[in-house]
């Protein structure tokens, strides 16, 4: 039996497990359904689609930069099951005014007005439920875990988070908006239903006073984690990581229907295919470093990502689509002589991406003591959401000024090389034998 599917049988990983998964599948539920709403029913113009695409990455984001620091706070210092199903609560009100919003977007009443700005609240109400969820679900794994089993189990949660990203943006865009309305709150219930069933996890210190100034606290959790090199260069190569990530997917949904002349379903069919290449990477990274974690691959995947992002930009800019002016749905997209190349350049960037960035998270949740743990990954997703917004305002910033988005590629494939040099001096720094 591998170790995989030993966790996935146990009470101590397969709860939480689930409740990941649910709740990554309900972000992006929501998420893609409002946007591929606006893009594709509201706005009709290109820098409009382009700049709505990064405001909703910004409000999702923005959480992350606000409130991590005391999320990590929260997490080491409280029952992290307890904790969890608070979350889960909180999100079944969070889904219930972004359900509002759709269902007024459906209904085509005070659309931008009102039905658009309840869906942008509940969606940085998202982002501050996946603030606070994400460090408990990095932190508790080597709490229920054995030593062996992290790395596998640091894989099956970012498998099942991009497999879950998958689902919910297939459902966004082939499925109603009615009917995704309806979708994101049963989601948060069964969350909520699943996380009662995660063991207790009780703090390994004892509880300290909370600091609740938010810029105070960041700026100490940051500078009390990154003193050591490792993990700052780890949190670093990560951030950057996410900042190209932050980019694609930005730029998929006026990339599909602007360049490529193609359908919602078409820009939803890009995110399946990168959900599906993370995954991928996210599994295969653990049988190749046997349960070891480790840097060691990271650098040569993110240099073979940067070549598949160049890839995939050549692909778009050599694209042809028809001129009826009509946008292509999946069937008549497929048919396309360079769509094989397209969705295959696109698979490499998210499998190679998976390959480098599980090993970094395996590696700051084991290298520092699990009482320190959560604090490590909340200071991760500040530096990872201030290289997000810093991604996300440069794509709207590159927009305004009127750089092509196929052009905005190559900034991704440039900041695949940053993360390869961090990968690099950090493989160094643990005695990597390959480096």
């Known amino acids: 039996m591998t170790t995989s599917t030993h966790l996935v049988r ?18 992006n539920l929501f998420k893609n359904a409002l946007v591929f709403f606006v893009v594709y029913s509201v706005y009709d113009s290109d820098k409009a689609e382009a700049n709505f695409s990064a405001l909703s990455s910004f409000l999702f984001i923005l959480p992350f930069f606000l409130f991590s620091a005391l999320a990590g706070q929260l997490a080491d210092m409280r029952d992290k099951a307890r904790l969890i199903r608070f979350i889960k609560l909180a999100e079944i009100g969070i889904m219930t ?14 659309v931008e007005d009102v039905a658009v700005p309840l869906m942008l609240l509940a969606l940085f109400g998202m982002g501050v439920h996946s603030t606070f969820f994400g460090p408990i679900k990095y932190a508790i794994l080597p ?12 894989g ?3 498998a099942g988070t991009y497999i879950a990203i998958l689902v ?7 499925i109603p908006v009615e009917w995704a309305a309806g979708g994101v709150v049963v989601t948060a219930l069964v969350g909520y239903a699943s996380s009662l069933s995660v063991p207790p996890a009780p703090p390994l210190v004892a509880p300290e006073p909370l600091d609740f100034h938010i810029f105070r606290s960041s700026a100490n959790l940051v500078r009390n984690t990154m003193h050591d090199r490792r993990v700052f260069l780890a949190i670093m ?6 900042s190209i990530g932050a980019i694609l997917f930005i730029e998929f949904p006026p990339l599909a229907k602007n360049v490529l002349n193609a359908s919602k379903e078409v820009a939803s069919l890009f995110l399946v295919i990168f959900s599906i290449g993370v995954a991928i990477g996210s599994v295969s990274i653990n ?3 046997k349960g070891r974690v480790s840097a060691r691959y990271s650098p040569i995947a993110v240099l073979v990502m940067a070549c598949f992002v160049v890839a995939f930009e050549q692909t778009c800019v050599m694209w042809s689509p028809p001129q009826d002016g009509v946008l292509m749905d999946v ?23 998976g390959m480098f960035v599980v090993p970094l998270y395996a590696f700051l949740t084991t290298f520092v003591h699990k009482s320190q743990a959560a604090r490590t990954i909340a200071a991760n997703n500040i530096v990872n959401s201030g290289a997000m917004v810093a991604g996300a305002i440069l794509a709207a910033g590159l927009s305004a000024l009127g750089v092509l988005v196929i052009q905005q590629l190559l900034l991704a494939a440039a900041l695949c090389l940053v993360s390869a040099w961090l990968a690099l001096r950090l493989c160094r720094a643990e005695g990597c034998p390959s480096a």
């Open 143 to 154: 709490q229920h875990l054995h030593e062996n089993e992290v790395l596998a189990g640091t």
């Open 97 to 110: 005014v972004g359900a509002c919003g759709l269902l007024l977007a459906w209904k085509g009443m005070v």
């Open 237 to 242: 190569a990560i951030s950057f990581f996410w």
């Open 287 to 289: 049988a190749l470093l």
């Open 10 to 27: 146990r009470r101590r990983f397969l709860p939480l497990f689930v409740t990941q998964l649910l709740g990554a599948f309900n972000d």
């Open 331 to 353: 069937p008549h997209f497929l048919t396309q002589p360079l769509a094989p190349m397209l969705l295959g350049t696109l698979g490499g960037i998210a499998i190679s991406g």
């Open 168 to 174: 919910g943006t297939i459902l966004a865009g082939w």
């Open 156 to 158: 099956l949660v970012e």
